[in-house]
């Protein structure tokens, strides 16, 4: 039987990284996915011919069709699944868009859901299934309101899938980055360039959660300030962590506006 590894929203940042540290594991294929066919072909052509490019649009439902009968045909094991496509931006909520909100929850949650369901049909024990969730969703990200709701409900889709697959064998693991230098910060900056804290390239964050992931942790935290400030978020109030939230976020939206 093939052994596979699946990424989304592999033609850039945090995808691409993985693609290229899945290639390195013991799978006979790693699917990259994402829309953008002529980029996913140049990261295969980097990695080597273990790499296939999987052109598609998680938000069509007809995508996880395509994904599922390609499984079955192939008749493919997976090994490594790594929920990763997402989409957000800061932006107060009266200036969204309904497209682009119906998307993000189509990205964000939908296909993470959708997709958990049929890699975790199609694996074995010692299999691992890892979903990109964020920091945002931890608590209240008000002007991230829509993409920070989305990752609590990835967050915590995670940790229970954790909890049902666990004494099978099969490791679900939640990647829970900060800030991370790539396309979605400058989306979400709108091109400011606003002086963060704690940013993380995307191969710190892969290379950490790759570790974790062996180490059976249920989350993957790559910065230690980060772990930190979310183990002293239990002894302050939410108006407190959401008061020192609302510093960045007038810096990166107009709020007034
Ligand atoms: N950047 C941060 O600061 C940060 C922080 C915390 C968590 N995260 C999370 O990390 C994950 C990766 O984000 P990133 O920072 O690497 O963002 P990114 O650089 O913007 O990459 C997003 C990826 O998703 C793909 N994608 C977008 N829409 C898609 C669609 N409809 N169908 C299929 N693929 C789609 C994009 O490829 P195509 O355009 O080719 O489709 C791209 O490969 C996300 O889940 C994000 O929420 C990011």
Known sequence: MKKIAIVTGASGGLGEEFVKALAKEEVDEVWAIARRKEK????????????????????KDESYEAIEKRIIEEE????????????GRSLCFKNENVDYMKKSIDLNVKAVTILS????NHMEKGSYLLNVG???GWQPVPYETTYAATKAYVNNFTMNLYYEYKSKGIHVMLVSPYWIEDDMLREMDHGKDVKLNMVSTTNEVVVYAMKA??????VAMNKRGVRTMNFAQRFVTTNYAVGTWLKTAKKLVDIDN
């Open 40 to 59: 996913l072909e140049e990261i295969a052509a980097l990695c080597g011919d273990k790499v296939i490019s999987f052109p598609l649009d998680l938000t």
């Open 76 to 87: 493919a094991s997976i090994k490594w699944m790594v929920n990763n496509a997402g989409m």
């Open 117 to 120: 369901f049929i890699a975790l």
């Open 134 to 136: 964020s920091q945002a």
């Open 213 to 218: 992931a062996k180490k059976k942790k249920m």
